[in-house]
């Protein structure tokens, strides 16, 4: 076996021209020797016993239970199951590491006992990537390792392309791993490969998964209802975005990708349901960044007879479970920020004012635009008067907040479908959830009038035919449903991925997704 296909190579596994190609040829060539010999290269299955993390853990226990007359303790037997990441030859006999989803586990093998076929196909035929299953007893070796000593090994899917896995090398005591993959796009290109060699990238979607695990039982545990609300739809709505669109041929209909799940949740308040989430995928069709990715996981929970007040100390409460429940996964115990609520809490127009250092809902548009462009807003002329105040916000407030921080009572034309505040008709009863200069969270006592729903949705169908492409039109059919009668509600927003960011300090939102949406090669 030649160690020397899992040395770095900087450009991925895709690169490295005519070298590679005649690795690729070689492990082709072995692929067809084992068909030769009549050895299956691709099984179908294996029954596994132990993961490697419960074969070290169960030999441990019986290590500290001892032996009675003082020998080296011996067991449990194990088969385990995993992509081979390291080997070393000595002759008749061969060390090896096992890799899988729990970690990996050292493997030592000898002529003896897997008799010569067995081991001869081990030496010439098989490659660092294959994935193997093994059976054995466990021991320590007297380097201090616990090992599996395999007594049965059979080959499971022959790795055709050589992965660059990592080098490791201890240092201070430390293990320093030296990554054979180190080229970021080639990265979230090949996300399987790249999951494969960094065990710490694999921990980082446990952690994630872990994070919406803890907010499914925070909502289950309030009562709420899990649905699911259509993708494609007639017509977007509950945000300010413009959208993905498609045609239906048998219908022969216009149809877009949703972009807010809103509108049809609060439907579902009409039909009696009183409190309901969902987590699921949102589309808008707009620009990539550091925390802007096309395709985006959104949770939305809407709960009648509560307003915007009751909504704040369920968002509180729930980024406090998602980030406990991130806290308690290996490696990310001294990542996360404690989150003890309440919270910080400040008015939108008060903190534009103070950062502005003026009157900035007293300036009409042409000086409202004005001072955009001196703060730097880009393509003031294209952008509607919310907009350029939503611009505004962002650079001179947003940005800023660090610490989790509600921002309360948004300007009536920032907030088409929340209600007016109670004693002050121009702002609404809406707060939006920032941290680490994100936005992190969204939410209204919503709207619930239809006649003023009504003159909203068209105050916004005016913008979108002047040229705003992110402003959405009149949904009749939700139009229908709060006619029947919409009880008090109040709803929350949650950006998944941006939370997931914050809580773990991840730079860029394609590091918080497993298959971001990238560019043709």
């Not at 070290?56 to 080296?72: H, K, Q, V």
């Not at 385990?80 to 989803?101: E, V």
């Amino acid at each position: 076996m030649s160690v020397d296909e899992s040395v770095e190579r900087p450009n991925g596994p895709e690169e490295g021209g005519e070298e590679l190609s005649q690795l690729l040829r070689a492990r082709r060539e072995k692929l067809a020797a084992l068909q030769e010999r009549g050895i299956e290269p691709f099984a179908y299955s294996f029954e596994r016993t132990h993961t490697s993390a419960d074969a070290i853990t169960a030999f441990e226990a019986l290590e500290r239970g001892g032996a009675a007359d003082g020998a080296a303790v011996e067991g449990p037997t194990a088969r385990l199951a995993g992509r081979l990441t390291a080997w070393r030859s000595q002759g008749k006999t061969a060390f090896a590491h096992l890799g899988d989803a729990d970690g990996r586990v050292q493997l030592y093998f000898r002529r003896d006992v897997l008799g010569d076929d067995a081991f001869a196909m081990l030496q010439q035929l098989v490659d660092i990537g294959d994935v193997v299953g093994v059976e054995g007893p466990m021991f320590r070796t007297r380097a201090g390792e616990a090992t599996l000593r395999a007594e049965r090994v059979q080959l499971l899917a022959k790795s055709l392309r050589p992965l660059p896995f990592a080098k490791e090398q201890i240092v201070d005591g430390q293990v320093v791993r030296y990554s054979g993959f180190k080229d970021p796009e080639q990265r979230y290109r090949q996300r399987y490969a790249d999951l494969a060699v960094h065990p710490e990238v694999r921990r980082t979607f446990v952690a994630r998964a872990r994070m919406i695990a803890a907010i499914r039982q925070y909502l289950d545990g309030l009562g709420y209802l899990e649905v699911e609300t259509p993708v494609l739809q007639p017509l977007y709505g509950g945000a300010a975005a413009r959208p993905f669109t498609t045609h239906h041929n048998a219908l022969d209909m216009p149809l877009f990708l949703r972009i807010a799940d809103e509108l049809y949740l609060k439907r579902l308040i009409v039909g009696g349901f009183d409190r309901v989430y969902e987590i699921g995928h949102d589309f808008r069709n707009e620009g990539i960044d550091r925390t802007h990715n096309p395709e985006f996981t959104m949770l939305e929970f809407y709960e009648a007879y509560a307003d915007y007040g009751v909504m704040m100390d369920r968002v509180e409460r729930l980024i406090a479970a998602a980030a406990a429940a991130v806290r308690a996964v290996p490696g990310f115990a001294e990542r996360v920020p404690e989150l003890v609520p309440p919270f910080p809490r400040i008015q939108w127009v008060a903190a534009l004012n103070e950062a502005f250092k003026g009157d900035v809902m007293a300036l009409d548009d042409e000086a409202l635009r004005n001072a955009a462009k001196r703060i730097g807003v880009e393509r003031v002329e294209t952008l509607s008067r919310p907009k350029v105040l939503d611009e505004m916000f962002q650079a001179l407030v947003e940005r800023h907040i660090d610490r989790p921080t509600f921002v309360l009572d948004y300007p009536v034309e920032l907030s088409p479908l929340a209600k007016p505040k109670r004693g002050n008709p121009a702002l609404t009863e809406r707060f939006e959830l920032f941290a680490g200069g994100r936005e992190l969270a969204n939410a209204f006592s919503e709207l619930n009038d239809p006649i003023d729903q009504r003159r909203r949705f068209e105050a916004q169908a005016r913008l979108k035919a002047a040229g705003d492409e992110e402003a959405v039109g009149v949904d009749e059919d939700y139009l229908r449903a709060m006619e029947y009668g919409m009880p008090p509600t109040g709803g929350v927003g949650i950006g998944v991925d941006r939370l997931f960011m914050y809580l773990t300090d991840t730079a860029h939102i394609r590091d918080a997704i497993l298959f971001p949406l990238m560019r043709p090669e």
